[in-house]
């Protein structure tokens, strides 16, 4: 189980490293740049969120699965709760070098939200005032690995600690859905002898519950159906052309973007294309264009658990922990003893 976790955690991390430097390039302009696309820790330039950035260094999005996971562990019971996500993504906001450069607008506006509701805290300046409740995007679906990961092989109830984190931020149907599919997927991820058609059923049964819930539970508000996104994708995957051409039909057709019904259901269809290849799988989501490192992390926590874990793998996570000073392998280790 901890190696699983373990895999999950750094495959997540190193999806969103490597794609801190894709970020907001086309599907060509990638290809063309980095002679075919980035498959290592490269330094981020102007065309990235990320610039600043060193090799091996995060974004946003790994960065608040790790707060999240610190947050939950460090709780009284030690479980997904509404007030420990506050916590969690307040103290992420107080973090300068995620923050400033990363936030999206309705994660800003959700933490401008809660530092107003007590008297010593003021909402931040510069947030964005919108009714982030309404806003369809992926920053819940990018976060949402703590779900599945405290959540072994019980998809169920990964779904519902989904709906508690992504409420916190993203409080739509829509949104949850999105982030139930991964929850899902990243909870079957971590059986033992699982495989990669199992994990991808996980995720669409997760999508189907979590616009069932989202519909009951939350606001339900106009767009694209993941569910159908997804399925769409899988028949992409499964159709005729070469992989690549496959890939630029994802970034064409299902989408790349900030939308949840584009990240979520294009994280899905690569995995659909990399079945039993789980490095391959981020790889491809490092290279898709535009949103990649939240796409990469998706995937990265999706399939991590089933990649190999040889000395590649570790020299690998010991570079993220000392680009990042996070405790990966300590931090797999908590979980795990929770689970036992």
Partial sequence: MEKRILGSLAYAAMGDAMAAVTENLTF?????????????FEKPSDTAFALGNEPGQVTDDFSQIYLILKEVLASDKKSISTDNIKQAIIKWSDMP????????????????????????MKPLEGAVTVDYASKATNGAAMKIAPAGLLNPGDKDKAIRDAIVITRVTHDNHLAISGASAVAAAVSESLKENVDFSAILDAGVYGALEGERLGKELSRTVAGPSVVERIKLAFD????????????????????????????????????????????QAVLDAVNI???????????????????????DFYDMIKFIEEANQFEITRLAKEISIQKD
């Fill in 28 to 40: 060509e302009q990638i290809r063309k740049r980095y002679d075919g696309g980035v498959t290592t």
């Fill in 97 to 120: 070098v995620y923050f400033n450069r990363f936030a999206g607008p309705t994660t800003r506006s959700a933490i401008a939200m809660y530092k107003g509701e007590s008297k010593e």
């Fill in 236 to 279: 992409i995957a499964d159709g005729k052309g070469t992989k690549e051409e496959k890939l630029l039909k994802f970034y064409q057709l299902i989408g790349t973007g900030l939308h949840v019904a584009e990240a979520v259901p294009c994280a899905f269809g690569i995995i659909k294309l990399n079945m039993n290849n789980p490095k």
């Fill in 289 to 311: 264009g535009y949103d990649t490192d939240t796409i990469a992390t998706i995937v990265g926590s999706i399939v991590g658990s089933m990649a190999e874990k040889n000395s």
